[in-house]
């Protein structure tokens, strides 16, 4: 009597498209040089984990306690290696990658990122074009720590609310090269300043 075969389907949408991309670019390497982690103590490193994040956000974007959930209609192997499995991507497992993300600096991160893309796919990197933006915000907060959510100069009209700058600078292409987060009562002129000395590092 012959023993029926086991057949499993699986969705990709754009799951394997972005993981292409995403290895074309160096992304994982690229993450794994510049967080801190310990490889004899991880299944998977945190530029996988990140990586899993983005694929996850660019399919439909869950909640961090429903990845694990995404991926079990995912083909986890293709994307990730042999042995991985869905299970393997759980809300602790990835935020302890957002955490070595935390710890060495995003907008660093990004920025390399940024630019080792361009150089791979062969754009110029030359000249830059930055600007901010403020983002206004409701409700009720206090006590933060890194970022202050205050009253500044609203460009979007909304002098009532405070609020968050956004800076950000992008290349003719339109690829964005460095984006960081500040305070609600940042000027141009003091992120202007704080972008080029960011240039230099």
Partial sequence: MNTPLK???YTSGPAVLVD????EIEFEQTLNELLPWDASRCKLSPGARIKALVINVLSGKDPLCHVKRFYRDQDVELLFGDGVTADDLNDD????????LHEA????VYSTLAIRAMRKLGLPIGTLHNDTTSVSLHGA?????DLQIVRGHSKD?????????????????????LANVENGNTSDKTWNFTFIRKLRL
């Fill in 157 to 177: 009209y909304r002098p009532d609310l405070k609020q968050i700058m956004l800076g950000l600078a992008v290349s003719p292409e339109r690829i964005p090269i």
């Fill in 20 to 23: 292409r991309l995403c290895r």
């Fill in 141 to 145: 907060y206090e006590g933060e720590a």
């Fill in 105 to 108: 600096t995003p907008w660093k």
């Fill in 93 to 100: 497992a990835l935020a302890r990658a957002l955490d070595k």
């Fill in 7 to 9: 057949t499993y389907s």
